[in-house]
């Protein structure tokens, strides 16, 4: 069975930066197209970053453009999202997320909590 287990949440000031990683296994993780989500509180959880299966395409949320890296690591089964900049609004429950490429199998995380915050 499937495991992500996300890291490096935690209390930023405005402007600061996190690191946030997710480690995978229990499936084949270059197989698995790789996201972060979001979900502040009394909101629906909404896609932040997403990689292709071998990091060559990336994309993006349009208010984290320019601001947050989201990176693989195939050989360690990892994604990881940078974040600079961060703002008060984006204080939520970040999710790591997997969905196979060809066939409908998808895997969450449990979250971490990311706090903006001076």
């Known amino acids: 069975q499937g495991q992500l287990v996300e890291s490096g949440g935690g209390l930023v000031q405005p402007g600061g930066s996190l690191r946030l990683s997710c480690a995978a296994s229990g499936f084949t993780f270059s197989s698995y197209l790789m996201s972060w989500y979001r979900q502040a509180p009394g909101k629906e959880r909404v896609l932040v970053a997403s990689?292709?299966?071998?990091?060559?395409?990336?994309n993006y949320e349009d208010s984290v453009k320019g601001r947050f890296t989201i990176s693989r690591d195939n050989a360690k089964n990892t994604v990881h999202l940078q974040m600079n900049s961060l703002t008060p609004e984006e204080t939520a429950v970040y999710y790591c997320?997997?969905?196979?490429?060809?066939?409908?199998?998808?895997?969450w995380g449990q979250g971490t909590q990311v706090t903006v915050s001076s």
């Open positions: 990689i292709g299966t071998v990091g060559g395409v990336t």
């Open positions: 997320n997997a969905r196979h490429v060809a066939f409908y199998a998808v895997y």
